[in-house]
């Protein structure tokens, strides 16, 4: 590493200078890396194919792709897509082409935020891709399969990341205040247990945030007397800029449970009140308005879809929005939800047909496969609309033909709802 390298690495933020470099060291996501996983075996047999690595911020999706790069015999190239195009994807395919044909020495390219590609620069890569010339990691916060290309996600493997559990988060604070090379270990401190559990509970998941404010907390905190820098929890309060709750745990998860109740109970006041009170405690808003769509879809259902119409809007007017007027749009989701007629079928049946696909795998029946790729025409199956948009067929494999997942309640919208069941006569 030459002495600007070292420069740039001495003046990077907390987080960078504490990206690991060893799967091992790795933090979270133990349902993707962990012991035996599929992507930890391709990482350490060095036989990963392309893929993309989504979720939120701050949960090591380019440190993992970084790990990747360093744990392979290979070339890696790292762009950002903010900052590069087509030109540059051409010279890092061109120079993975020399590599490959001379040296027989693969190339990575680390594409971050690659949810902001158009389809030309995407286009751009497609058959180097399909030839095995480069092996693309994208890592994007975006869901890809809305958000990227088509022909891009079908030639690569979806990872999704989830946020960092609290003690994953303690786990980075702890390593980056003992590392003496790259962290804040050449620094006589003494953190307060109050004052990291704040970082933890604001960072929300994102490592990311919970280093650079223990750096901020840090390098602006002068030493007493006795040359100790001493971070209390008013001064991460002020680092992370988030200010901590004013209950403790125990009554936070007593109110968000009223609160999940009373939009179950249809109490519109009730539900407003512990909606309010959490918000005061210093409640991220949209815990509680994530909290209201999963309820417009588990307690009111098909007894009135439009619910979750509703709560979703109020999500999104609130994080467009913020506080104190995002509260207007998610008060109005609320009192809808409470005023809307309940129904629990949805769960009922999701619950009844994810048992059904665990345990019952006939094939399909013949007449309603896919008929594509087949040189032998499949018959028998019944157009609908041919029949005036229904006709009696079977759709569910024969051993399971005549279970029934989905029963309609009589509230609400859902009384309306006739079920069209094949049944043998």
Excluded at 17 to 34: A, E, P, T, Y
Excluded at 282 to 291: S, T
Excluded at 326 to 344: Q, R
Aim: aromatic share 8%; glycine share 6%; with cysteine.
């Amino acid at each position: 590493m030459d002495l600007f390298n070292i420069n740039r690495q001495r003046n990077a933020p907390l987080a960078a200078r504490m990206r690991c470099s060893n799967i091992d060291d790795f933090l979270g996501q133990k349902h993707i890396v962990g012991e035996g996983s599929l992507l930890r075996r391709a990482i350490v047999a060095d036989r990963l194919g392309s893929c993309i690595f989504y979720g939120p911020p701050g949960s090591g999706k380019t440190t993992l792709a970084h790990i990747i790069a360093q744990m392979s015999k290979s070339n890696y190239v790292y762009l950002n897509a903010v900052s590069s195009g087509v030109a540059d994807v051409k010279k890092v395919i061109a120079d993975a082409k020399d590599n490959l044909s001379l040296y027989g020495v693969k190339t990575y390219l680390l594409l971050d935020e690659c949810h902001r590609w158009n389809k030309a620069q995407s286009d751009s890569m497609l058959s180097a891709i399909e030839k095995g010339e480069i092996i693309f990691i994208g890592s994007t916060t975006e869901n890809p399969y809305v958000n990227m290309t088509k022909a891009i996600v079908s030639r690569c493997r979806v990872f999704e990341f989830k946020p960092l559990e609290p003690s994953d988060i303690k786990e980075g604070l702890n390593r980056a205040l003992k590392d003496k090379k790259n962290g804040l270990g050449m620094y006589d401190i003494d953190i307060s247990d109050d004052a990291i559990d704040h970082l933890v509970y604001a960072s929300n998941g994102d490592l990311r945030v919970a280093l650079n404010a223990l750096e901020l907390a840090v390098l602006s905190t002068p030493p007493d007397k006795e040359g100790v820098i001493r971070i209390t929890k008013d001064i991460a309060v002020q680092s992370v800029q988030t200010p901590p709750l004013s209950i403790d745990e125990t009554a936070y998860y007593d109110m968000l449970s009223a609160f999940c109740k009373s939009l179950r109970g249809s109490d519109a006041d009730a539900a407003l009140y512990y909606a309010m009170r959490l918000i005061e405690a210093g409640c991220d808003p949209l815990l509680i308005a994530r909290r209201l769509v999963i309820h417009a879809a588990e307690d009111v259902g098909m007894a009135d879809p439009n619910a979750l119409v509703v709560a979703v809007s109020a999500l999104n007017a609130y994080e467009k929005i913020g506080l104190p007027e995002g509260k207007i749009p998610l008060s109005e989701g609320i009192i809808y939800v409470c005023c809307a007629p309940k129904s629990n079928s949805v769960v009922t049946a999701l619950y009844s047909a994810d048992k059904a696909a665990k345990e019952a795998h006939d094939n399909v029946p013949y007449y309603l496969r896919d008929t594509n790729y087949k040189s032998k025409k499949v018959t028998g199956y019944k157009y609908p609309h041919d029949y005036g948009g229904y006709v009696k067929q079977q759709y569910l494999p024969d051993s399971i033909k005549d279970l029934v997942f989905y029963k309609p309640s009589q509230n609400g919208f859902e009384k309306n709802i006739e079920i069209k069941k094949f049944k043998e006569d």
